[in-house]
């Protein structure tokens, strides 16, 4: 199995909003803000080749918006999706399986691109696209807090274009990559846990949005159940302790990858590092 990191730019997010209760004058020495509270951060997917297999977790939030949305997110880096595969030595059209751990614009926006005035077709022609039952039926109804968050026009396309498979069960998906759901951030987020050299990397998506989210407190403001991710933090958390997870971040734009360790305070990281370090 081989893995590359797949970085598509990044983006910016309110700080305040990012780090939920958590006041500015501590969360801001880890994670500094801009002038106007805007925190960066990075859209890093994960490719994972297996054979024949060439699975892309995640796709960032892709060019088919109009100029007005990704100038509100001030979108800023070198690299894109197209280009970060290139680089891996892929196209989009090698990919046989895209994973999306949730339907928010900034994880799928790539899934889909334009094909002309207002009709859409998958970016990934060859490519089944896999969404957990509980994010495909949360997001084609979406709620009024979340809607600004669920683009119909990346959503629809993938069922209309008959490449999309839902996930009913927890457990794997493919030879070497489980999959489990948690429901804080949003319904049945789904969060692949990968089997590489002995070790398990977790795909962590908005479980854990950076290493700067680690002390408990640290729930995002956008997170619609926060008790519940406090709740699936606390679990996977334990588990990832107990079983030496390497833990990758999809929004950290200063780690990819951290560990965790048990503290007098609660659990805190243990050690960031790249993945090409493993
Ligand atoms: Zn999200």
Redesign the pocket.
């Known amino acids: 199995m081989e893995l590359h990191v797949i970085e598509t730019g990044n983006l910016k997010l309110d700080g305040g909003a990012m780090f939920g209760v958590v006041p500015k004058s501590i969360w801001n020495k880890n994670y500094p803000a801009d002038e106007n509270n805007l925190c960066n951060w990075s859209m890093r997917c994960l490719l994972v080749v297996d054979g024949d297999r060439k699975v892309l977790i995640d796709n960032g939030i892709g060019d088919k918006q109009n100029e007005k949305f990704l100038k509100h997110y001030y979108l800023n880096g070198d690299d894109t999706l197209q280009k970060s595969l290139e680089k891996a030595g892929y196209t989009t059209d090698d990919i046989t399986d895209m994973v999306l751990?949730?339907l928010?614009f900034?994880?799928c926006g790539g899934s889909i691109v334009k094909a002309g005035e207002d009709q859409y077709k998958p970016a990934f022609k060859n490519a089944t696209y896999w969404i957990s039952k509980g994010q495909w039926e949360w997001a084609t109804k979406p709620n009024r807090r979340e809607k600004a968050?669920f683009l119909k026009e990346n959503i629809f396309p993938i069922r209309e274009s008959g490449q999309l498979k839902i996930v009913e069960n927890e457990g794997a998906l493919f030879p070497g990559i489980d999959v489990k759901f948690y429901n804080g951030?949003?319904d049945g987020?789904m969060i692949p846990f990968i089997k590489y050299n002995g070790k398990t990397i977790v795909f962590m998506?908005?479980l854990l949005?950076s290493a700067a989210h680690v002390p408990m407190p640290y729930v995002?403001a956008?997170d619609t159940r926060p008790l519940v991710t406090l709740q699936d933090k606390e679990k996977f958390f334990t588990e990832a302790i107990e079983k030496e997870y390497i833990l990758f971040l999809e929004h950290d734009l200063y780690n990819e990858c951290c560990t965790l360790e048990e503290t007098e305070k609660g659990p805190r990281v243990k050690e960031t590092f790249s993945l090409s370090e493993i």
């Open positions: 751990t949730h928010h900034d994880h968050s951030h949003t987020q998506a908005d949005p995002m956008y």
